[in-house]
């Protein structure tokens, strides 16, 4: 009877472990799917500074600091949405740290200030930060700057996607957003500019994350490729100031480099982004 009683014993234990553990799996998914359709944003406090989402401990302080030029070391701030942030990749290095990396890497003295991503970020609360003491301070100990930012906009974290089960949007419907948001953008890399006159901007262009669904590969590829048309536009009237292509890197590599929430990049992703921003340095 001993066992018969172990082996029924063993068998509970399995069939509790395999259902917490598909569970668990069930809630990342539903919490990695809410990132996207519900992002929440954050604001940004003050504190310490370094490589977290803060704005620097010398809030009150914005006196320009001088930084090197990118041939005697890079300097990094980062700003904007989810991507900026990292958010999809099991590291938790993002395109941002493995920049600095690839860098280091490479013999060059790079070193990340900060970096101020933050979920569910768009452009009005990016717009809004920059009049902030303490975000100025930190912009100005860069002298490259990496912004990510308008996807939350444009898609308005899915709701602009519609109901696929019904009709397709048309990339007309998905760039309702686009003038006021390409107005916001605008003054943020006017303001940035001015905040930091000296600083390389980077600006990283949006990818189709929803090009292998049959509704919405033609209509979003469209409407990715105006949005970034449109920015480019703007980069164009600017000095120091580069857009980073992504839209290739994912057009046909979608599988192995978005991760399993469908919108992020996953760790690879992110290393082609990082690569890209890398030779653009070169």
Same mark, same amino acid.
């Given at each position: 009877?001993?066992?018969?009683?172990?082996?029924?014993?063993?068998?509970?234990?399995?069939?509790?472990?395999?259902?917490?553990? $598909?569970?668990?799996?069930?809630?990342?998914?539903?919490? /990695?799917?809410?990132?996207?359709?519900?992002?929440?944003?954050?604001?940004?406090?003050?504190?310490?500074?370094?490589?977290?989402? $803060?704005?620097? %401990?010398? /809030?009150?302080?914005?006196?320009?600091?001088?930084?090197?030029?990118?041939?005697?070391?890079?300097?990094?701030?980062?700003?904007?949405?989810?991507?900026?942030?990292?958010?999809?990749?099991?590291?938790? %290095?993002?395109?941002?740290?493995r920049t600095v990396s690839l860098l280091q890497q490479q013999g060059?003295?790079?070193?990340?200030?900060?970096?101020?991503?933050?979920?569910?970020?768009?452009?009005?609360?990016?717009?809004?930060?920059?009049?902030?003491?303490?975000?100025?301070? $930190?912009?100005?100990?860069?002298?490259?700057?990496?912004?990510?930012?308008?996807?939350?906009? *444009?898609?308005?974290?899915?709701?602009?996607?519609?109901? *696929?089960?019904?009709?397709?949007? %048309?990339?007309?419907?998905?760039?309702?957003?686009?003038?006021?948001?390409?107005?916001? *953008?605008?003054?943020?890399?006017?303001?940035?500019?001015?905040?930091?006159?000296?600083?390389?901007?980077?600006?990283?262009?949006?990818?189709?994350?929803?090009?292998?669904?049959?509704?919405?590969?033609?209509?979003?590829?469209?409407?990715?490729?105006?949005?970034?048309?449109?920015?480019?536009?703007?980069?164009?009237?600017?000095?120091?100031?580069?857009?980073?292509? $992504?839209?290739? *890197?994912?057009?046909?590599?979608?599988?192995?480099?978005?991760?399993?929430?469908?919108?992020?990049?996953?760790?690879?992703?992110?290393?082609?982004?990082?690569?890209?921003?890398?030779?653009?340095?070169?």
């Amino acid at each position: 009877m001993k066992p018969n009683s172990s082996s029924a014993s063993i068998w509970r234990i399995t069939s509790i472990a395999s259902i917490v553990a $598909t569970l668990l799996l069930i809630g990342g998914f539903v919490y /990695a799917i809410n990132d996207v359709i519900n992002p929440v944003g954050s604001t940004y406090t003050s504190g310490s500074s370094g490589q977290d989402n $803060t704005a620097g %401990s010398s /809030a009150t302080d914005t006196t320009q600091t001088t930084v090197p030029s990118l041939a005697k070391g890079v300097r990094i701030v980062a700003l904007g949405d989810s991507l900026a942030k990292g958010t999809g990749d099991d590291a938790g %290095s993002g395109f941002v740290r493995r920049t600095v990396s690839l860098l280091q890497q490479q013999g060059t003295d790079a070193k990340l200030v900060a970096n101020l991503g933050i979920n569910g970020q768009k452009t009005t609360a990016i717009l809004s930060s920059l009049d902030q003491a303490g975000v100025q301070h $930190t912009l100005k100990q860069a002298n490259l700057i990496m912004l990510s930012i308008g996807a939350n906009d *444009l898609f308005n974290g899915g709701e602009a996607l519609g109901n *696929l089960e019904q009709e397709a949007p %048309s990339a007309t419907q998905l760039l309702k957003a686009e003038p006021e948001t390409a107005v916001r *953008l605008q003054k943020i890399l006017t303001k940035i500019a001015e905040i930091n006159p000296d600083a390389q901007i980077l600006y990283l262009g949006l990818y189709n994350p929803f090009g292998d669904l049959k509704e919405l590969r033609v209509p979003a590829n469209e409407a990715v490729t105006a949005w970034n048309t449109s920015v480019m536009g703007m980069i164009n009237e600017q000095q120091h100031m580069m857009l980073i292509p $992504t839209f290739d *890197l994912f057009q046909n590599n979608l599988s192995r480099y978005l991760s399993s929430d469908h919108f992020h990049p996953n760790g690879d992703g992110y290393e082609q982004i990082a690569t890209r921003i890398v030779q653009s340095l070169q």
